[in-house]
């Protein structure tokens, strides 16, 4: 099943790195009253998502917040050690927080998980971003070819605040 607007999201656990080391983040404490804007990318460091798709949202944080977003969120599957190398390699200053799905169960469970066995990246996430309101999903804009950020940018999701 994919995660479709109006789905409650699943219960999950992520990792992330804080100022006392390595954090466990459920669903539930990250999006319980919260309105969230949730982005996914295939892989930190790649080209699309190092160089677009993580720099729109650094760059319109604040604008985000200005409309009523309480978090923006970036989950991967990758390692959380890997993702903290690429948040400090990003500057993300607080604006994004960077959240581990090493395994890819939340990105299965909502049915965004994409074979990118061929060019050697293994099972990565599909490049999308929803607004959650309260664990549900309130707008979904799900990227066709992983390699560009043409519907799930910052100013996409601007735009369907």
């Known amino acids: 099943m994919t995660i ?3 789905d409650k999201l699943p219960d999950a656990s992520f990792k992330r790195f804080g100022a006392d080391g390595m954090i466990d983040v459920s669903s539930p404490d990250l999006f319980a009253g919260r309105k969230v804007v949730v982005f996914a990318v295939p892989g930190a460091f790649t080209p699309t998502c190092h160089e677009q798709h993580l720099p ?17 969120v970036c ?3 990758n390692d959380p050690f890997v993702l903290k190398a690429w948040g ?5 200053n607080d604006a994004v927080t960077l959240l581990s799905d090493g395994n890819g ?3 299965k469970a909502i049915g965004m998980d994409i074979d990118l ?6 099972v990565r996430s599909k490049r999308y971003a929803m607004i959650v309101d309260d664990g549900v999903v309130s707008e979904i804009m799900v990227e066709d070819n992983p ?3 043409a519907s799930s940018g ?5 735009a369907k605040l």
């Open 75 to 77: 989950v991967a599957v």
């Open 4 to 6: 479709a607007k109006g």
């Open 147 to 149: 390699g560009a950020v």
């Open 88 to 92: 400090d390699a990003s500057n993300l």
């Open 105 to 107: 169960t939340f990105t």
């Open 154 to 158: 910052a100013e996409q999701v601007l």
């Open 117 to 122: 066995a061929g060019p050697f990246l293994g």
């Open 56 to 72: 729109g949202f650094v760059q319109h944080a604040a604008d985000l917040k200005a409309k009523g977003v309480d978090a923006v």
